[in-house]
């Protein structure tokens, strides 16, 4: 028998590199509109909600790439290619790491990240200490 646990969820928001920062106009999610939008695959779940909320916002995006790896979107945001969403649990990275910027909250769109565990006894202290918190 498996149990899946949630260990943590992080809102998504809109993060973009600094020279399309300057070009940004409005807010979000209305300035998504003119804003060229680099984004996960079809594949994954996060881009299931996204295109629903670009929806519900009656946004038309001009999705200038599709990606199954974000360390390769990330490297095509840093280039100044486009804006994109990714979780607001790795902000400070983003901002660190490659100099990208907040650029505004995806409200009601969350990214969650599970566990998924053997019934049997765990053994390992590590994965005890993960799945107790």
């Known amino acids: ?15 973009a590199p600094k020279q399309l920062l300057k070009k940004v106009k409005g807010t979000i999610p209305e300035c998504l509109n003119a804003l060229p939008i680099l984004i996960p695959t079809t594949h994954s779940t996060v881009r299931q909600l996204i295109d629903q909320w670009l929806v519900k916002h009656d946004i038309t995006p001009n999705i200038v790439g599709e990606f199954e790896d974000s360390a390769l979107l990330k490297t095509f945001a840093t280039s100044g290619l486009g804006i994109f969403p990714a979780g607001k649990l790795i902000e400070k990275d983003l901002k660190d790491t490659y100099g990208i910027e907040l650029l505004g909250n995806c409200n009601g769109i969350y990214e969650y990240f599970y566990a998924i565990r053997h019934d049997k006894k765990i053994q390992h202290p590590l994965v005890q200490a993960i799945i107790q918190q």
Do not use: C, F, Q
Request: charged letters at 15%; aromatic letters at 20%; glycine letters at 0%.
């Open 1 to 15: 028998m498996y149990n899946s646990e949630v260990l943590t969820k992080t809102t998504i928001a809109w993060y």
